[in-house]
């Protein structure tokens, strides 16, 4: 099983929307995957799928009140979720012994993708150490930029594989840091553009990943491609989604 981080030094650059995104994406391509929320300290990833409340999370698996297999939430975009709280008392909670439930998880699927916390604490590093892959994901400015470049640090230090940088609600500004730049900056490829797509905002009302609730807008097409090229596949648009993406 391929366990793959989403990462970020700075928050609000779209972590979760790219793992909820990129779990169907990977499902569309028929392939067996599980979604992780291992930012435990501010969890939203199940808010994507419609799970606002949960009776069971990764936390009671965390404090051996339930079973792994108990807390997977089947979505029926065909993606499987284990979600953490939206509100809980982390006391004696060790985000660490995520590796014992990926442990049990390689024996169901083929790809996992965890969901990380912003920053370097306790819970984005624990990702970070899980993780055989890492995607790193900013958006086009500086700062965020500079937050990338001291992920990647990080990562390298860890001694995990940086599969390269998604670059995020890109608009092709003349204030944006070009995609030259942030490979420059960072030593690593940018493997994704995602452009500004109010859609996905939409779609978080509805509670479905844009890639499902619009799934022939400019942002899910490259959502679409970024799972393909994740598996070493190709994303070809039909004439007829082409049609689409225009008359939405």
Sequence with gaps: MRVIGIVSSKGGVGKTTLTANLGVG??????????????????????????????????????????????????????DIIPSPLDLDLTKVDPKKIKKVIKILKKFYEILVIDSAPGVGTDSMSVLGLSDEILVITTPDPPSVFGCLKTINIARKLGKEVNGIILNRVENKNYEVRIKDVESICGVNVVSVIPEDKNIQRSLIFQKPVISYKPFSKSSREFKRLSALLI???????IFDRIKSIFG
């Design 232 to 238: 070493g596949e190709e994303y070809r648009p039909s």
């Design 26 to 79: 990977l499902r569309n391509f028929d392939r067996n995957v599980v979604l992780v929320d291992g930012n435990l300290t501010n969890a939203n990833l199940g808010l994507h799928f419609g799970i606002v409340h949960s009776p069971l999370t990764l936390v009671d698996v965390l404090k051996k009140r339930k079973n792994i297999l108990d807390v997977i939430h089947k979505h029926d975009s065909g993606v």
